[in-house]
T-cell receptor, first 114, second 115 residues
């Protein structure tokens, strides 16, 4: 069974600084990978996804993620954080040919200091 | 296109009662999945429906059930509510045009509180 680990529960960054959120997955083959963001009291918004092809994926709101098969990682990055990026971020994995069942990591809460 | 809608947004029930939550997917989407989000267990997959058939099921007791209608709208039901069922219940839809796993778009959720 697949699993996802987000090692950092909380991260605090200053506005304008760079951000990197870590995600490691466990799965026997190349999975489908996703990053979602959740603002307080809201549902999940898709930031980006990786299915195949170029391992550097661009998403919305200036986010990007890099798939590294050798490290089983799919880390999310943003060069310059805005106060509105304060939220909880979830990495998720889906197994191919297994329907739309997402397995989520525990999430990383990002706080942005002025 | 309108996004995924869920009703009601908030619900308060007492132990032992049952509850039905509703989800309307994005127009044209045929797959609807349900997730439970709690502070302790995080986001957990409940089940997925596609063309009115349950295609995937998570590890939840039989008190949790669902169905999908011919217009792709879905409902989930929880019978004999327990305190631990208090959670945010999220619905997600996808077009499922292939590959078999497609991008899921989430609704705002229904916040269920069991007293």
């Amino acid at each position: 069974a697949q699993s996802v680990t987000q090692p950092d529960i909380h991260i605090t960054v200053s506005e304008g600084a760079s951000l990197e959120l870590r995600c490691n997955y466990s799965y026997g083959a190349t999975p489908y990978l996703f990053w979602y963001v959740q603002s307080p009291g809201q549902g999940l918004q898709l930031l980006l996804k990786y299915f195949s092809g170029d391992t550097l994926v661009q998403g919305i709101k200036g986010f990007e993620a890099e798939f590294k098969r050798s490290q089983s990682s799919f880390n999310l990055r943003k060069p310059s954080v805005h106060w509105s990026d304060a939220a909880e971020y979830f990495c998720a994995v889906a197994a191919k040919a297994a329907g739309n069942k997402l397995t989520f990591g525990g999430g990383t809460r990002v706080l942005v200091k002025p | 296109k309108a996004g995924v809608t869920q009703t009601p947004r908030y619900l308060i029930k007492t132990r032992g009662q049952q509850v039905t939550l509703s989800c309307s997917p994005i127009s044209g989407h045929r797959s609807v999945s349900w997730y439970q989000q709690t502070p302790g267990q995080g986001l957990q997959f409940l089940f997925e429906y596609f063309s009115e058939t349950q295609r995937n099921k998570g590890n939840f007791p039989g008190r949790f059930s669902g169905r999908q209608f011919s217009n792709s709208r879905s409902e989930m039901n929880v019978s004999t509510l327990e305190l631990g069922d208090s959670a945010l219940y999220l619905c997600a839809s996808s077009s499922d045009r292939g590959p078999s796993t497609d991008t899921q778009y989430f609704g705002p959720g229904t916040r269920l509180t069991v007293l």
